[in-house]
Each structure stands twice: as structure tokens, then as C-alpha cells.
């Protein structure tokens, strides 16, 4: 049996598409109640495809580092901006805040009923992560996704006071 699982997450994206979150974040339960456990993600992999709202039709790029550490599963990976429609529509969509979470899509290898309801998983195999509108976890958010044109912005000013400060 597959489960999804949406989580809230903080996401952000840059002019490239580049995209990153934390998928899963430990220590607290999703709005149903699971847990997953530090170890869970022991077998997860890049590359995964990044989907859109759980859609198998709707791939929108791909996750290329997923990395368990003490906060929960972080992952960073890239829209395909330039060879998909859907990917710029996503990233518009990332950028206006109307999109900003992040849902796994795994099966469960191993889990325990929790008191008062939901799983304690201790073992699953990670199918894809997505970007989503309403996440069911409250701490899976897309954190960073840089903007290019920002950094451009910044660049820019940084040379202009250095080539005041030569000036002066």
C-alpha cells in the first residue's frame, strides 16, 4: 500500500528552478496522527521525481539530494523550467505563495500503532516527494529556492559601492 503523507513545509524557488525543503520534518505528528522516526529514510535515494499534488501525470522536476539529519528530511532538486510548461506554472505558483508545502509519497516497510492515533514508522520506501498547496504535515515547507535576479540585484549594488569607495 502506498501513503501520502502532505506535510508543511517552508519552499521557495529561484529564477532556475532550483527548489528546497524539508520533506519530513522529525519530532512531531502529521495532522492523521504518524510519526516517522529518524532512520525511516535510510534507503532514500536520488534521483525522485517531483510531482505535483501527488500527480503521477504531473512531474514537475526532480529531487537531487535528499539527506536525512537531525531536523528531518531534507531535500533540494530543480524545476524543469526550461523543457516543461507546468514547471514554470508551479514555480509562479511557489513564488506567490499560493503553493508552498512539500507531501511524501512512500510505502510503509515497518510501523506500530501510536496511542490516540496514527503510526510510529520506523521503516519506508521514499516514491516521491511533492510540492502541494495544503501539507498535512505542519513543518514540511519548501525553504529555499533562490532568485537569481535578486542576487543580480546584489551583485550589482556591491560593485557600485566598491567603485565608490575606489572613488573616494
Known sequence: MTNFLELKTSITVDDEG????????????DRVGDVITPGAFKGARAPLPILFGHDPNDPVGTWT???????????KGRLL???VARA????????????GGLSIGFSTKKAAPRRGGGRTITDLELVEISLVTVPCHPGARITAAKD?????KI???IQRAAAQIKGT
Request: glycine share 10%; proline share 4%.
Open 18 to 29: 532550483l527548489v528546497a525543503g524539508i520533506a519530513w520534518p522529525f519530532g512531531t505528528p
Open 148 to 152: 537569481a535576479a535578486a542576487t543580480i
Open 155 to 157: 551583485a550589482e549594488a
Open 81 to 83: 523550467i526550461d523543457d
Open 65 to 75: 539530494e535528499i539527506t536525512e539529519t537531525g531536523a528531518g528530511l531534507q531535500v
Open 88 to 99: 514554470r506554472e508551479v514555480r509562479a505558483l511557489v513564488r506567490a505563495g499560493a503553493v
